[in-house]
């Protein structure tokens, strides 16, 4: 199987700094996805990192080790908007995309 | 940006009826598109790799003959659950491949709630 691992559910504080972590298997992995979700409706694109490394893209950075099988998700000066469901995402070699477990993160003001 | 549509947002059913669902590439060609299940928190779960002009090719678990997928054209997927029972609700997403653009080069469509009464 390809088990993708996430904290089920995480609660910060607005303002607050939050990283999420996710854990894959290596084998055949071509990239890494994170999502965000809110309740009924599509997941949302936030990134995408294929080499080792942190990117950062405004509030949210995300962070690979392509070595360790291991990404997080780190959210900066976080509103209440933020609540959410955070996914993990990993492109394998058969072109197929496989959802991690999935963090609800709730934030509080 | 590439747009995928599904359709439609919501349904309920009979239990013993039969659903179709459809998703639709807008402005780009998907050669592959991808349906998955998502229960209420819980996240979302392959079902099946839907491809042009050949058989879908379905994940562990999945019952091929209940969950019928069609991808006749390069813009068109149906999935239809057949014989819907009340464990088959459940929110379903399909998602398309667009090959221009790998940084999000998953396109989701906004879903589809089904209920079976």
């Known amino acids: 199987g390809q088990n993708i691992d996430q904290p089920t559910e995480m609660t910060a504080t607005e303002g607050a700094i939050v990283q999420i972590n996710c854990t894959y298997q290596t084998s055949g992995f071509n990239g890494l996805f994170w999502y965000q979700q809110h309740a009924g409706e599509a997941p949302t694109f936030l990134s995408y990192?294929?080499?080792?490394g942190l990117e950062e893209k405004g509030r949210f950075s995300s962070f690979l080790s392509r070595s360790k099988g291991y990404s997080y998700l780190l959210l900066k000066e976080l509103q209440m908007k933020d609540s959410a469901s955070y996914l993990c995402a990993v492109h394998y070699n058969t072109d197929k995309l496989i959802f991690g477990t999935g963090t609800r993160l709730q934030v509080f003001p | 940006g590439a747009v995928v549509s599904q359709h439609p947002s919501w349904v309920i059913c009979k239990s013993g009826t039969s659903v179709k669902i459809e998703c639709r590439s807008l402005d780009f060609q998907a050669t592959t598109m991808f349906w998955y299940r998502q229960f209420p928190k819980q996240s979302l779960m392959l079902m099946a790799t839907s491809n042009e002009g050949s058989k879908a090719t379905y994940e562990q678990g999945v019952e091929k003959d209940k969950f019928l997928i069609n991808h006749a054209s390069l813009t068109l997927s149906t999935l239809t659950v057949t014989s819907a029972h009340p464990e088959d609700s459940s929110f379903y997403i399909c998602?398309?491949?667009?090959?221009?653009?790998?940084?999000?080069?998953?396109?989701f469509g906004s879903g589809t709630r089904l209920t079976v009464v």
């Open positions: 990192n294929v080499l080792d």
């Open positions: 998602s398309a491949r667009d090959l221009d653009g790998i940084k999000d080069g998953y396109t």
